[in-house]
């Protein structure tokens, strides 16, 4: 039966089984525990009976194998069209098999899907959009990753991730008293510069409830510090809840269902405490899949929408610029070539390239699409989780340069990310391929560009 | 997992360059991290930061919050900045030997 100290099927439940869990560095013991992990066979064929549904099997029953899928995968194009990377064969051969063998698979077979569902696939759903048939490889591979999680099999940093949210309610160690003394904090620093800058907590009944992603508390404070300066700018009428603040899932990455359900309830039961007219998330793209695509599903909603309307935070930006909220200087436009990183998770799965275009016209002189562009682009190269798992950094450096060519294309040497997973990937493949470009979200240029209005100028000025 | 040798010392490092064994850190890993941080020169305030973050990591077994290191140290959050360019949760750590933080950073 062996299940290990680390890899097993029981999620982290406490701060010292989390504290334990890190101490394992790389996942070194983890790693050689999974390999003895006993597959409890009739477990997963009860949980494929009651979560495979018709969808999925149809899906896979279907599947023509015209190959049609294989070139709109950024992962079997820069891996020398290797067979093995065809989105139908990675899913037939993984999920198929353990549906088609009603979970009889071996120990080995089950570490081939981990490889195969966190370092071959990003869930990115380019695929869905090229399959004659509509099949959505992604959709299926998080469907995978969830089998798999409940045998204990998911990569060392994802068991982490998931243990953060079902004890912090966060993907990283941030306390409810860590969050609201940041905020404090970064209203007390920047308030220097911007006389009169609060970030109000907990107010009830504000136009805009922000939620954002745990790694802005705890090692880019900056970004939070941004958003309440453009919303100063704004004049808008804003609050962060002192818990369900956190918008991003690391469980969705991981597969582990029962903690995305826990922490987009946090979430929603913030948004119906403070009743919010609106909800606006970070420069984040998963978290808004979490939150705003996927998260009333998980939480059981029967509308399948949140408790209240959650745009993403280039909506919010489009809008201000188009309203004048915000007014950009002309003279402080980005007057170099600058292209803009399309997010899977809120351009392909929610149709919003219209808003990050309608911004870049308010603020680029030169913009330059790269190609393919809008719901068509390809993954930044780190997606899914892929950025953070350090067993599959050889692998996820070659995905990135798919992005590093299409960057390369453009001629541009400034990429706009609006979203930390395709930020954190671009910054990567700066470092690892040295092509000489420069990457940042949309906050710290929209103040760089706003206009002050003098209400809110300092008073020497 | 790579090795790597510096001033005749020898560091077993992650896939991202982080220190492996935190027992290995020497003021060598310092000097061999700097230069690919831009940083020039390592001062007191480098320092300050530095002690911080392994006396946390000692306790806690993990990076402490940029708040909680900037309480700590007294820094600013512009000064830290101006400290590690790369920001306080990848350069600072890693120099300091501390693992590279999990989840998305």
């Known amino acids: 039966m062996p299940q290990g100290t680390f890899c097993n099927t029981t999620p982290i439940g406490t701060e010292d089984e989390l504290k334990a869990l890190l101490g394992d560095k790389g996942g070194a013991q983890y790693y050689e525990e999974m390999k003895e992990l006993d597959v409890d066979s009739d477990a997963i064929a009860a949980l494929l009976e009651k979560t495979c549904q018709s969808r999925i099997r149809t899906w896979l029953e279907i599947c023509a194998h015209c190959g049609m899928c294989a070139d709109s995968c950024f992962l079997y194009r820069v891996n020398d069209r290797d067979p093995k990377q065809v989105p139908a064969y990675k899913i037939q051969s993984t999920l198929g098999e353990l549906v088609k063998k009603k979970g009889k698979v071996t120990n080995e077979f089950m570490r081939h899907c981990v490889d195969v569902a966190w370092s071959q696939c990003t869930c990115c759903n380019r695929c869905g959009m090229y399959c004659p048939h509509g099949i959505d490889m992604g959709v299926m591979f998080s469907y995978l990753r969830g089998i798999l999680n409940s045998q204990g099999f998911v990569p060392w940093e994802m068991k982490i991730g998931s243990g953060m949210h079902r004890v912090y309610n966060a993907q990283m160690d941030v306390t409810t008293e860590d969050w609201i003394d940041t905020c404090e904090w970064m209203a007390e620093e920047y308030e220097e510069e911007w006389p009169g800058l609060e970030i109000p907590i907990d107010k009830e009944d504000a136009d805009i409830m922000y939620t954002l992603n745990a790694r802005e508390p705890k090692h880019y404070p900056e970004d939070l510090a941004e958003a309440a300066i453009l919303f100063h700018l704004a004049g808008e009428n804003w609050t962060v809840p002192s818990t369900g603040w956190e918008q991003t899932s690391l469980s969705m990455f991981a597969g582990d269902w029962a903690a995305c359900k826990m922490q987009v309830e946090s979430v929603y039961n913030a948004i119906e405490k403070l009743r919010p007219k609106r909800v606006i998330g970070t420069e984040c793209g998963h978290a808004h899949r979490a939150t705003v695509i996927e998260g009333p599903y998980w939480a059981g909603r029967e509308d399948g929408l949140p408790p209240a309307p959650y745009i993403h935070y280039v909506e919010w930006v489009a809008e201000a610029l188009r309203t004048g909220k915000i007014k950009i200087d002309p003279e402080k436009k980005i007057k170099e070539p600058v292209t803009l990183q399309d997010s899977c998770n809120y351009v392909r799965n929610h149709g919003l390239a219209k808003a990050t275009r309608e911004i870049m016209s308010y603020i680029a002189e030169d913009f330059r699409e790269m190609g393919p562009n809008r719901e068509h682009n390809y993954c930044c190269g780190g997606g899914g989780g892929f950025n953070g798992i350090g067993k599959y950094r050889k692998e996820r450096n070659k995905a990135l340069q798919t992005k590093r060519d299409q960057i390369l294309a453009t001629g541009c040497k400034l990429v706009i990310a609006p979203c930390h997973n395709c930020w954190d990937a671009i910054r990567d493949l700066e470092e690892e391929y040295e092509i000489g470009i420069r990457w940042s979200f949309l906050k710290p240029l929209l103040i760089k560009m706003a206009i002050v209005p003098d209400h809110l100028k300092l008073p020497e000025e | ?105």
């Open chain 2, 1 to 105: 997992m790579a090795e790597i040798t510096y001033e005749g010392k020898t560091f077993e490092v992650d896939e991202d360059g982080f220190l492996l064994k935190f027992e290995e850190w020497c003021p060598e890993w310092v000097e061999y991290v700097k230069e690919s941080e831009g940083i020039s020169e390592i001062t007191e305030d480098h320092q300050k930061i530095l002690d911080f973050l392994q006396d946390y990591y000692k306790k806690n077994g993990i990076a402490p919050m940029v708040r909680i290191l900037s309480k700590n140290t007294g820094f600013k959050l512009k000064q830290v900045y101006e400290l590690f360019p790369s920001g306080p949760g990848k350069g600072a750590c890693k120099m300091a030997g501390l693992p590279k933080p999990t989840g998305c950073v």
